[in-house]
């Protein structure tokens, strides 16, 4: 919606990620994967508004192009499913971002 709104006001839509400051030192990143979207909340006071933007941003959005790749090629695959096999309970993508957040991975 919020995208919407900036592109039917003639401004540039929204890009990977936007952030919405909090209170208490705290800062929202929002990112926007697809139709989807996740999120992490980030404490100023652990670290700083330069090392997120310039480090670890790009190389979190670097990580989730690649899980996404990797999802969507799973979904093309042409071999047949077993009818029988239990559904996958989220994409590699969810499961990344799962990880990240409980900081299983470092940037």
Known sequence: MLDKTLRGADYAG????????M?????????SIGEHQQFIL??????TTGILINVAL???????AEAEDVTEAA???????DKTAKPRKQSTLQTFVDKFTRGMYSL
């Open 14 to 21: 929204l890009g990977d990620y936007y952030l919405v400051g």
């Open 58 to 64: 790009p190389n979190l959005l670097k990580r989730l």
């Open 42 to 47: 980030v404490d100023l006071q652990k670290t």
């Open 75 to 81: 979904t093309k695959s042409p071999v047949k499913k």
């Open 23 to 31: 209170e208490n030192n705290k800062l929202l990143v929002i990112f």
